[in-house]
Nanobody, 121 residues
């Protein structure tokens, strides 16, 4: 069983900042890529940012220069620092982790329950 616990969402005015955190726990060998996805009503989840265990980050074009993803491998945790927030950043933010587990071993994908980010004008 793997759990992803997220925190840090909330209501913020446009131009403000929020920091999202996510920590993975459970019976796994290691955590590979961790990332954050955003979902708005009627739309699929879309990548916001992701980071490998080696620290290589990938960002959606819409957040480059404003958001920074970081991780602590020792804690199996990932943070997303969101600055200069815009109205269109509003949505549900979901943490995703690719973990290695099992006797083979194999990679498995897990999602957190999501945290709401609302940017107001």
């Amino acid at each position: 069983q793997v759990q992803l616990v997220e925190s840090g969402g909330g209501l913020v005015q446009a131009g403000g900042s929020l920091r999202l955190s996510c920590a993975a726990s459970g019976n796994f060998i290691s955590v590979n890529t961790m990332g954050w996805y955003r979902q708005t009503p009627g739309n699929q989840r879309e990548l916001v940012a992701e980071i490998t265990s080696g620290g290589r980050a990938n960002y959606a074009e819409s957040v480059k220069g404003r958001f920074t993803i970081s991780r602590d491998n020792a804690k199996n945790a990932v943070d997303l620092q969101m600055n200069s927030l815009k109205l269109e950043d509003t949505g549900g933010y979901f943490c995703k982790a690719i973990v290695v587990m099992g006797t083979l071993p194999s990679q498995y994908q897990y999602w957190g329950q999501g945290t709401r980010v609302t940017v107001s004008s």
